[in-house]
Structures are given as structure tokens and as C-alpha cells.
């Protein structure tokens, strides 16, 4: 069988943070494979690698159920660095002691490190780091020595060279962390002896040769979002099998941006000729979305539609039967069930994997060729493959579409006036220690930065709100603001697409494109009398959407946003969401 990765020399153990998968990145940066396995991974099953590294996680590490780890780990041969909770985790496998803390340490820190250690050659005595922690070690087990402090943090580093095992409290894998990748650097290659083994450019013959070994006889249906990954997949598939033996479909439920139907038919018609379609289900999808107001309501919606238009899409093609499989663009992180994503689920209901597909899934008749990869790995292959840089370097937009960005009301209420602000009378959902909010808005006069820091602390303060906004520009006074009933129409999607399409082409044209992670345009009922919609800009940058923070953009950039934003007929108000995710989530629904 065609390997299409070497086989492993480096595995990350997901102790359950946000961050294992960016640790298997940056490692991956270095040219050398690494995978993510859980925790608690037996040690046999890692027998042969050269280098482990623990991640970190949220949990503390004497609590009941937290993650634990084999600790034959330790005595196998591989070199081990545990990061954060990892280090924790290892001192108290090993005999040391680790603190509960109170109160945690986070954000930027400066470490004093010692000097002649392998694991910080070529760094300065005194670094810049990142922290994010509430425990801290607080002795060292036998055989370590500390050789990294903070002011704040008396451990912040350990290691035993002769047993090639470290421990650091602070987050080389973030940005924040400068040297950081040259810590994992010197682990990597200086401590544990790992040669260069990856670079997912130059394997499009590989994967190719893979995808015809999978699909023996038999033939490919996509169903293509436009998204990078399907996009890349399928496009490898057709490449691999030709236009004939691969079959696309994208489905226009109608709840999409401008011209992005448009787009996708331009990028893959000329690839595949007839066997591409775009299916009309527009009038489905806006049909069942009458007199709908929530939003869970909607993703349920939204989630059924699909699977009916893919079944009728696979029932009239004959795709269900004979000798069709079905080809999907799972990436890497899709097919590890961490900590951190499954609990996303709970706060909004995702849809990715839909009923109607189950068939063919249950019988495994099912392609998958992006799964070895990262989102950066996969647009690397899309480069390769020429597919538009627009298409490849787009944020990630939420499978139910506008829908969730376009917000409905059953009433017409006046908004409220408070002692912090303006209350809205919209509600958007929220996101407070693990549990989902459905609350209002409070909106004040003007955008600041200042008004950011002290948001999260408003939302604590008061009860009804999840959210703060700040008002750009309007027609009319705020205090006479008031939402009327409307649902989703063709009328009011025009209005958020057009909304939509000035903020991105400002975004591209000024480069703050690329100062965000995502910006979702949201459309509210709120307005006065011939102008009943308000927009709001919600600009953010994250690392994987787990949190996000909020960008502020300059003034100039937001008056001039702003300006043409109010010039949309129908259009009342520009606000700002100045909350960063906790407690707001990232889009409004
Ligand atoms: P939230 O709003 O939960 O969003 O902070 C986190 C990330 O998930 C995206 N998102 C979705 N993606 N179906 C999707 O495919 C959904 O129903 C959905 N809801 C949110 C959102 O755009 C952000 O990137």
C-alpha cells in the first residue's frame, strides 16, 4: 500500500489543550512528521519514536479524571519534553510535587534561563515567554535540576540530560513565545536526534497514485462547499481519475455570500466539464426558514435541508449504488476527537457529517485523501495544484451560511436605556465557563479600545447581557432604535451580501484581511421606520476558533467602512462587537 507519511519519529500526547495540534504543526515546520495521540496512549504503542512531548491541557493534575499518560514513556528511549500541564503531569509520575494554585499566572512572561542546556542553545539568558497556567511545580523529581525561573514562577523549566527528559511551564508553541520554535527546535534535532522527514509540497504523484490504489475500480462523488478542503480533495481526485470517473456537486442553498456560487462554478467547470453541477436549493433552504427566530431552530433546518438535497443528489445521480464511494475533505485535526472540540458541540450545534452519506460511510465506501493533513498543509497541496489564492487563503465560513449572521425577531421592541448603555433588544448566543447564553446586546456610544478590555468584565456584571457592541454610525439617534418582526427573505440576504461584500472588498483592499482570523458581517433587525437593519462588524483573530479576540481596526479604515455601510439602502446603524470569545462566541447565532 502507497504510505502517503513516513512513519512517526515525534507524537504530541493530547493532554487536552487547544494547543496539541499547534505543537504537531510547529514540529511539522521543522520538517519532521509528527502525529497527536491521546494521553494516555500505552507506551508499546509508541515504541520506536524518538521524541514524545506531553501537551497542555486545562485540567489540574490531582483532580479525579484529569488525563494521565503511561509512565514507561519515560524509561522507553525517547527524549520527552512536557509542556505546561505535561510538565506538571511528569513530575508527579515521577515524584515530584506539583502545587494547586489559586490564582493562575497568564499571559507574557520573562524566564531566567540556565545557561549550557541543550534545549535553549542559541537563546539569550533572560527570554520572553508565554504562560497560561493555574498549578506550578514545586519541586522537582529526582534526577531533574530547574533550569528556567520566572519572577512568579520559581519552576518554570526542568531537565535531566541523561535521561534526555525536560519539562517547561510556559508555551514554546505560540506565537507569544518568540524563541519558542528554536526550543523546539533544539529538542527535536539537538535532543532527540530527529532527521528531516516532511514536506507535504512535491507529493501530488504520491497522493495521486494513493487516491487510484483506494478507489481500485470504482468511481468519486463530492459533494463540494467551496471550502478549502473539499475544494483540494476533490481537485486531487480529479486529477488522480480524471473528469469521468469523478463526480461534483455543489449545493447553492442561497444562504451564501455574493458571487461565491459564481466563484466555485468558474473554478471547477473548466476542471471537470459536465460531471461538476451546481444544484438550485436556494428555495428550499430560504422556504424552510420562515418564521424562524432561533438559531439552534435554524441549524436543525438548515442541517435537515442538506440531507435531503444530498440524498435526492445521490438518488437521481445512482451515486448510492454500484460502484460509486463517496469523497470527502477530512483534514488531520478532524479525525482526533480532542477535549476542546467536542465540547464546541454543545454550544452550537455543528452539522459536518450529515445522516444522508451514512450509507455509504457504513459501508466503508469512503475517500479521504487530506487526513495525514493541517489546514496549512492542505494549501500548500492547493498552491501545487493551482487552485485560486482566493480560494485557498479564505477564512472559515459556518456551513449553515448567512443564515446564522442574518438575526430575526417575532417583535417590534424599543431598545433600552441603562446605566452601562443601550440595551438592545436583539439576543445573540454567548459563551460562559462551558455553558451556551442566549442573551441581549448592550451597546455603547462609540467604538474605543479601551471599551474592549473592560467588556468581559460588563458581561460578568450584568446579568441579561453577553455581549457589547459599540455604535460607528447611524441615521438616526441610538435611543430611538427598535427591531420590527422579520424573518429571512431574499430581500434582507441581499442587504447582509451586499454589507457583507463591502466589508471584504475594504478588508483585501486595505490588508487588514490579513490582521484577522475571520470577520462575520452580522444583520440585525434594528432600526427606525424605511431603514429597519443594522450591521455589525465582528473582526477577530484566533488560533482555532476555540477563543478569539477581538481586533480593533484604525479610525480612518472603520469611518470609511462605516460610510459605505449606511449607504446600503435599508441599513440604519454600524455597530462594533467589542467582546472578545469567552463570553461572546464568534458569529451571533
Ligand atoms: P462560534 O460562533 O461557536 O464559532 O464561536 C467558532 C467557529 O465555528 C464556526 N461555526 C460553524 N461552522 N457550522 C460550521 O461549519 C456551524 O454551525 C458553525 N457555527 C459556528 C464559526 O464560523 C467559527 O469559525
Not at 489546514?375 to 449553515?400: C, N, Q, S, T, Y
Not at 443564515?403 to 417590534?412: F, G, K, P, V, Y
Not at 441581549?440 to 468581559?456: K, N, P, T
Amino acid at each position: 500500500m502507497t504510505e502517503d507519511r513516513p512513519l512517526p519519529q515525534v507524537t504530541v500526547l493530547d493532554a487536552g489543550g487547544q494547543y496539541c495540534h499547534l505543537i504537531a504543526r510547529r514540529v511539522r515546520e521543522l520538517g519532521v512528521y509528527a502525529e497527536v495521540k491521546p494521553s494516555d496512549t500505552p507506551a508499546a504503542e509508541l515504541a520506536g519514536r524518538k521524541a514524545i512531548i506531553i501537551s497542555g491541557g486545562p485540567s489540574s493534575v490531582y483532580e479525579a479524571g484529569s488525563p494521565s499518560m503511561d509512565a514507561a514513556v519515560f524509561g522507553s528511549g525517547a527524549a520527552v519534553l512536557g509542556i505546561c500541564y505535561g510538565l506538571q503531569l511528569m513530575t508527579r509520575l515521577m515524584g515530584g510535587h506539583v502545587q494547586k494554585g489559586e490564582k493562575g499566572e497568564y499571559g507574557h512572561s520573562r524566564v531566567n534561563l540556565t545557561a549550557g542546556h541543550a534545549l535553549f542553545e542559541g537563546l539569550e539568558e533572560r527570554e520572553q515567554v508565554w504562560m497560561s497556567h493555574r498549578d506550578r511545580v514545586e519541586s522537582v523529581p529526582e534526577g531533574f535540576s530547574v533550569i528556567g525561573r520566572t519572577d512568579t514562577c520559581p519552576i518554570a523549566a526542568m531537565g535531566d540530560a541523561s535521561r534526555r527528559l525536560y519539562g517547561v511551564q510556559f508555551h514554546p508553541e505560540v506565537v507569544h513565545t518568540p524563541k519558542g520554535q528554536r526550543i523546539l527546535e533544539n529538542f527535536i534535532f539537538g535532543v532527540a536526534g530527529c532527521v528531516r522527514d516532511w514536506d507535504p509540497r512535491g507529493r501530488l504523484g504520491l497522493l495521486e497514485a494513493k487516491i487510484r490504489e483506494v478507489a481500485g475500480g470504482r468511481n468519486i462523488f463530492f459533494f463540494v462547499s467551496g471550502g478549502v478542503d473539499s475544494s483540494v480533495a476533490y481537485t486531487l481526485c480529479l486529477r488522480a481519475l480524471g473528469p469521468d470517473r469523478v463526480h461534483g456537486a455543489y449545493v447553492d442553498t442561497g444562504l451564501m455570500r455574493e458571487g461565491e456560487t459564481d466563484f466555485v462554478r468558474g473554478v471547477f467547470t473548466p476542471m471537470s466539464g459536465d460531471t461538476f453541477r451546481v444544484v438550485d436549493a436556494s428555495s428550499d433552504f430560504v422556504g424552510a426558514l420562515q418564521g424562524v427566530v432561533d438559531p439552534e431552530r435554524k441549524r436543525h433546518i438548515i442541517g435537515e435541508m442538506f440531507v435531503a438535497v444530498q440524498d435526492r443528489v445521490l438518488a437521481t445521480g445512482a451515486y448510492t449504488d454500484g460502484d460509486w464511494i463517496l469523497g470527502q475533505g477530512t483534514i488531520y485535526p478532524d479525525t482526533i476527537e480532542s477535549g476542546g472540540t467536542s465540547k464546541a458541540d454543545l454550544i452550537k450545534t455543528h452539522h459536518n457529517r450529515v445522516a444522508g452519506i451514512q450509507k455509504l460511510i457504513d459501508e466503508n465506501r469512503i475517500i479521504e485523501p487530506l487526513t495525514s493533513f493541517y489546514k496549512d498543509e492542505v494549501r500548500a497541496i492547493g498552491r501545487e495544484l493551482g487552485l485560486p489564492a482566493e480560494m485557498l487563503d479564505r477564512h472559515p465560513f459556518p456551513g449553515p451560511g448567512l443564515a446564522i449572521r442574518l438575526l430575526c425577531s417575532d417583535e417590534a421592541k424599543a431598545v433600552v436605556k441603562r446605566e452601562e448603555g443601550v440595551l438592545l433588544p436583539v439576543r445573540s448566543v454567548g459563551v460562559q465557563g462551558d455553558s451556551r447564553t442566549y442573551r441581549s446586546a448592550l451597546a455603547l456610544e462609540s467604538v474605543s479600545r479601551a471599551a474592549v478590555g473592560e467588556a468581559a468584565e460588563t458581561v460578568n456584571r450584568v446579568a441579561d447581557v453577553n455581549r457589547v457592541v459599540g455604535l460607528a454610525g447611524s441615521h438616526a439617534p441610538l435611543a430611538s432604535l427598535a427591531t420590527t418582526p422579520c424573518w429571512i427573505d431574499s430581500q434582507r440576504l441581499e442587504r447582509l451580501r451586499r454589507a457583507d461584500a463591502i466589508v471584504r472588498r475594504i478588508c483585501l483592499e486595505s490588508g487588514f484581511e490579513k490582521k484577522v482570523w475571520q470577520f462575520p458581517v452580522v444583520v440585525a433587525p434594528l432600526g427606525v421606520p424605511g431603514r429597519p437593519d443594522s450591521v455589525v462588524l465582528r473582526p477577530i483573530d484566533s488560533m482555532d476558533g476555540m477563543t478569539a479576540q477581538v481586533v480593533v481596526m484604525d479610525e480612518p479604515l472603520l469611518r470609511e467602512m462605516t460610510a459605505e455601510l449606511l449607504a446600503v439602502p435599508g441599513i440604519c446603524a454600524v455597530f462594533y462587537d467589542l467582546t472578545h470569545k469567552p463570553p461572546g462566541t464568534i458569529e451571533w447565532e
